[in-house]
């Protein structure tokens, strides 16, 4: 089945930019979405399609993907940012949804 | 305004029962997959069934496939979760979620709570 590998946790100071990279074998073939989760609420989509981002979610937020690895991007972070981060990508070959172990964005 | 709200959580016993319930508004329901995933407590997400918008397709991850069969009634505008057989390990908060074209959630429920104890 297929993998997504996160860091498990992010540190960035207030004002600086943050990465959250997701790892999976030729993952810059697949549509990669990301979802905020902070603490005791639901989840919320923060960028899609690899780098489209929904109405409402700031600029500062960011996505590219290539190769193995996709990466969100968080500019000029605010202590509102801290939450936990997920990637997900559809496998095609096992006809599931499948999602990142999550990382912990810290801002210190 | 799109709201997804989940019910039927609460605590069960093991090897019982529980059937969730989802209910959508402020979209058009039957234009879209939907989705269920769970989160463990301090845990990541898990993904667990997904079913297409007129239910020709279902979707179920491996750790409930044979336990878990996922529905929806169109005309209530809601979405089902039938669990049986349920273990510890089904503990969790359950979501429902609305897919986007490229299997993206594009929003998703505050989710209900499943304790299954003894």
């Known amino acids: 089945s297929y993998v997504l590998t996160q860091p498990p946790s992010v540190s960035v100071a207030p004002g600086r930019t943050a990465r959250i990279t997701c790892g999976g074998n030729n993952i810059g073939s697949k549509s990669v979405h990301w979802y905020q989760q902070k603490a005791g609420q639901a989840p919320v989509l923060v960028i899609y399609?690899?780098?489209d981002r929904p109405s409402g979610i700031p600029e500062r937020f960011s996505g590219s993907n290539s190769g193995n690895t996709a990466t969100l991007t968080i500019s000029r972070v605010e202590a509102g940012d801290e939450a936990d981060y997920y990637c997900?990508?559809?496998?095609?070959?096992?006809?599931?949804?499948?999602f990142g172990g999550g990382t912990k964005l810290t801002v210190l | 305004e799109v709201q997804l709200v989940e019910s039927g959580g609460g605590l069960v016993k093991p090897g019982g029962s529980l059937r969730l319930s989802c209910a959508a508004s402020g979209f058009t329901f039957n234009n879209y997959n939907m989705n269920w995933v769970r989160q463990a407590p301090g845990k990541g997400l898990e993904w667990v069934s997904s079913i297409s918008g007129r239910s020709s397709h279902t979707y179920y991850a491996d750790s409930v496939k044979g336990r878990f069969t996922i529905s929806r009634d169109n005309a209530k505008n809601s979405l089902y979760l039938q669990m049986n057989s349920l273990t510890a390990e089904d503990t969790a908060v359950y979501h429902c979620?609305?897919?986007?074209?490229?299997?993206?959630?594009?929003?998703w429920g505050q989710g209900t709570l499943v304790t299954v104890s003894s």
């Open positions: 399609y690899d780098s």
């Open positions: 997900q990508v559809w496998d095609n070959s096992s006809d599931r949804v499948v």
């Open positions: 979620a609305r897919e986007g074209e490229q299997w993206e959630l594009l929003t």
